[in-house]
């Protein structure tokens, strides 16, 4: 299982725009589409539950490729993610740009300069990480 999880306004409009969108993708992998709408005063949480058999090489590629395609289709329609796998942490990092990149690396860097506290969670590494 992977949780994959766009944030947008919570609105009937945008439920039946993401849920087509998402069992489009997850259909086309031959996936199903297992999710919840998680509503709030002004924002709606979309977690989709992106299920495989990790034991079977072949359906865990499939998977990956299903959970690329969702996050590339839905940072062009401009939903932004909140909850995702640790594989695909730094994807979602360099989707929220440089800026924050670069800041999240500055606290780090003052916090944490030896990289020991969870290095890499959120897409954020020390050792790995390159100024734009």
């Known amino acids: 299982s992977m949780w994959f999880a766009p944030v947008s306004e919570a609105r009937g409009s945008e439920c039946e725009k993401q849920a087509r969108l998402a069992k489009r993708i997850l259909h086309k ?27 079977d090489a072949q359906e865990t590629k499939r998977a ?41 690396h500055a606290i780090k860097r003052a916090l944490d300069p030896n990289n020991i506290l969870a290095p890499g969670r959120s897409g954020i590494d020390l050792d790995t990480y390159k100024k734009a």
């Open 29 to 55: 992998h031959g996936l199903d589409y297992v999710a919840e709408f998680i509503v709030g005063p002004r924002d709606m949480h979309h977690v989709i539950d992106v299920l495989f058999d990790r034991t």
């Open 64 to 104: 990956d490729a299903c959970f690329n395609e969702l996050l590339d289709e839905f940072e062009k329609e401009g939903y932004a993610v909140y909850r995702v796998n640790t594989r695909f942490q730094q994807r979602v990092a360099q989707s929220y740009g440089s800026v924050k990149r670069d800041v999240e």
